[in-house]
């Protein structure tokens, strides 16, 4: 049995080719210090982890048993915990370009949480009662 792709994962997978292109795109243009060293494996880390609580997200809301907005913070909820020790694991190995990484990291950060608030509530209208 051939399962459907979900509608949300092909506009993950477009959102996320069109911010590692942009990226790539300016990481050549403007080289210089404010690139992590580890914005490939934030970028990729963050497709993950939105690809899975996406597909969470819209499981938990058809069923009947959970609301949208306890599925929606829920979801944020584990984003963030997620994010902290993905965080972690990257400082611990002892980074000397923190201030960049939280940049780096932040804004990508906002940028998944909102595609994923976007894809949430966009989704959210074929759920309401």
Known sequence: MKLPIPELMVKLFWFSLALFLLTGA?????PGPWWHEQIWAMLIFFTILTG????LAV???TLEMF???SVILGVTVIRLVCSIGFV???LWGGDENLLWF????FIIYLLYLLFDI???ITN???HSK
């Open 59 to 61: 499981k938990l809301m």
């Open 88 to 90: 972690f694991l990257i």
């Open 67 to 69: 609301n949208a907005v």
């Open 124 to 126: 959210l209208r074929l």
């Open 52 to 55: 899975i609580l996406g597909l």
């Open 118 to 120: 976007y894809g949430l």
């Open 102 to 105: 939280v940049v780096d990291f």
């Open 26 to 30: 300016l990481e050549a243009v403007f």
